[in-house]
Each structure stands twice: as C-alpha cells, then as structure tokens.
C-alpha cells in the first residue's frame, strides 16, 4: 500500500474546498442578482421581514445578531427555509417591490456578511465578520 503525503492530501484538501466555495458564491450571487426576495423566500434560500431581537458580543470579539419577524408583520414563527448553522449568510435591507435592480446592489453592498451560528423557529443567529459592524436599519432579509 502507498503512504500518502500529509502535506500533499492537505493542499489539495484545501484548494477542492476553496474551489467548492467559489462555486457556491457564484451560483448565490447569480440567484440573488437574477430573482427577486420573495421568490428566494418560496424557495427557502431567504427570509423575508426581520428585525434585529438582540445584538451581542460573542467569542472572538464577534457581533452576534439575532434576527426575527417583524412584529408588524405578524412575528411569532419564521417561515420554513433551509439557512442552517454554518451556512454563509448576508443581512441586507429588504429592497421594497419596486426598487430597481441597481438600488437592490446597492442595499446589498452596504449589509453585513456573517455565519449562522442557531436557527430556532422563531428567530435565526448571525455572527457577523467584522467586529465593528453598522447594523442596516428597517425591515432585513437574510
């Protein structure tokens, strides 16, 4: 049987897993740039109406956001999707009907990006990347 190289299996781990990220970056971007939120929300790649329900200091310095529906909107349970703890997120304003594709990138540029560290059904945790983060205000989708 061949010894396999430590260092070797490594690197090529690493650039797969780098690879695979790039891919699913890619196909997020193409999906958020080309359908509209609620479309992604049917689908359960988003969610729709959230507010911010807390904002901590986590390990690492991190901001921790936990997000829920809007009461305004009818609170209580978030609607079914598929976020998961560890998936890679954005909290950005929610773009209102009419808003043009343009406005949309720019209401997505000026969000946070982060991780979900719990998903629970009324409310899902974001640790976001950078320690100092402006939160975007009004009505968030995720």
Do not use: Y
């Not at 490594?10 to 790039?22: N, V």
């Not at 390990?59 to 829920?68: A, D, H, M, N, R």
């Not at 719990?118 to 983060?133: F, G, I, P, S």
């Amino acid at each position: 049987m061949k010894q396999t190289d430590i260092q070797s299996f490594a690197t090529s781990q690493l650039t797969l897993l780098d690879h695979e990220l790039q891919a699913e970056l890619a196909e997020t971007q193409l999906l958020t740039s080309t359908h509209a939120p609620t479309v992604l929300q049917r689908a359960g790649l988003a969610l729709l109406n959230l507010t911010p329900s807390s904002q901590r200091t986590g390990f690492g310095g991190k901001t921790l956001l936990e997000l829920g529906l809007d009461p305004a909107v009818g609170g209580g349970d978030l609607p079914e999707h598929g976020l998961r703890t560890g998936d890679i997120c954005a909290v950005a304003e929610q773009p209102k009907g009419a808003e043009r594709k343009k406005e949309r990138e720019s209401m997505e540029e000026r969000g946070c990006s982060g991780v979900v560290t719990r998903v629970q059904r009324e409310a899902v945790t974001v640790a976001l990347d950078k320690d100092e983060v402006e939160v975007p205000r009004g009505k968030l989708w995720l």
